[in-house]
């Protein structure tokens, strides 16, 4: 797992959706998947994680349909391999309460800050 800034890249993705208020995470897991479960465990900052497991590899959409079952609500995808830095109330506030999907895009700014696609 990825060091950034003395931090896992997960790690900078999940406090940034604590900070926003999320209560639950769905963590799509695959290769190496215990490393991730012994590292997290079942909580982040008292906020249940649940793992869903990516058999194969077979790209983003398919993570997506992983998770199928355990969305029943608004919910943001972000990417654990990523790095980037941006206001995700803006991201998340059009799209609350609709039962939509909020993705930070590449390049996109967001609340004066850039959110880059890294790693």
């Not at 609709?98 to 967001?110: A, E, F, I, Q, Y």
Request: aromatic residues 6%.
């Amino acid at each position: 797992m990825v060091k950034v800034d003395g931090k896992t890249i997960l790690t900078h993705c999940v406090e940034q959706l604590s900070d926003l208020g999320a209560d639950e995470f769905v963590v799509v897991v695959g290769y190496l998947k215990e490393r991730i479960i012994d590292h997290y465990g079942d909580e982040f900052d008292g906020i249940p994680i649940t793992y869903a497991h990516q058999r194969e590899q077979q790209g983003l959409a398919h993570a997506l349909l992983t998770v199928e079952k355990y969305v029943d609500d608004d919910f943001m995808i972000i990417l654990g391999g990523n790095v980037f830095q941006a206001n995700l109330e803006d991201v998340a506030a059009p799209v609350r309460g609709s039962g939509g999907c909020g993705v930070p895009r590449r390049g996109s700014r967001l609340g004066g800050r850039v959110a880059v696609r890294g790693v």
